[in-house]
């Protein structure tokens, strides 16, 4: 899908940014003005350690997240926007990678993201490198690989603001309901308010383990939970419920 740059801009720059983005600023702000305060999460906003959270603004370094944010965790699905990204601008071009691009997107197709793999097996690690992803590694398999919310925020905002035309942002706004596997795709940042496109990712083995990365205007948001998708749909809308209380009007 074909979108006009400076309007996509435009408006992912907008209102809803102050809403979102400034919101957390101007709490964190006023905590900031306290000697010795960290910034990041404002201190009267609880998330559950299990969840590791970012949020992102379109400009460079502007951003906040729990305590944990940095925190290297499997990328789950998240791998395959890093896995399309590398494909798109670095593959030979071909229909063949935009198809298998768009199934892992949408659908978070593992077969599609197998081949991709098996046809660019340092995706990963050469995305990672060009965006200074810190806690992003390929771990010899997409499968296996790492990332931390703060990175796939700051990836996310990057391409926001440097491509904003970029199919991987228009896949991640066209999703399918379920995904390759019978999963339902509904949850985690998809929640939040005005959010434009999600990316989800979970774990088949072991314990339950989810992710998922939204996009809207102005603003990216990541979440990794050590739990289910309930849980982290919990967490990241109690902090949002949390950060937003103190500009909800008086009555």
């Known amino acids: 899908m074909e979108r006009d740059a400076e309007v996509v801009m435009g408006t992912r720059a907008g209102a809803v940014a102050a809403v979102v983005a400034g919101v957390w600023m101007a709490v964190a702000g006023a905590a900031c003005a306290q000697p010795g305060f960290d910034p990041g999460i404002p201190p009267s906003v609880h998330v559950p350690p299990r969840t590791a959270l970012s949020v992102r603004t379109l400009v460079p370094g502007a951003g906040w997240g729990t305590d944990n944010e940095t925190e290297e965790r499997g990328a789950l699905s998240i791998a395959k926007l890093f896995m399309a990204d590398f494909a798109l601008r670095h593959g030979d071009g071909s229909a063949e990678d935009r198809e298998l691009g768009e ?13 991709i793999a098996a046809k660019y097996p340092y995706a990963i690690d050469a995305i990672a490198q060009e965006y200074g992803l810190r806690a992003t590694h390929g771990g010899g398999g997409w499968e296996l690989s790492t990332t931390s919310v703060a990175d796939v925020a700051d990836f996310l905002a990057a391409k926001l603001r440097d491509e904003p035309d970029s199919l991987i942002l228009a896949w991640m706004e066209q999703p399918s309901e379920r995904a390759s596997d019978g999963t339902r795709q509904d949850w985690g940042t998809a929640r939040l308010p005005q959010v434009y496109g999600t990316k989800w990712g979970w774990s088949d083995v072991g314990p339950p383990e989810v992710a998922s990365v939204s996009f809207g205007p102005g603003f990216t948001v990541a979440a990794h939970t050590y739990g289910t998708s309930e849980q982290q749909t919990e967490d990241v809308l109690g902090a949002w419920s949390a950060v937003t209380a103190p500009m909800a009007p008086k009555h």
């Not at 997107?105 to 593992?110: Q, Y």
């Open 103 to 115: 199934r892992m997107v949408c659908k978070s197709d593992d077969a599609a993201a197998d081949r």
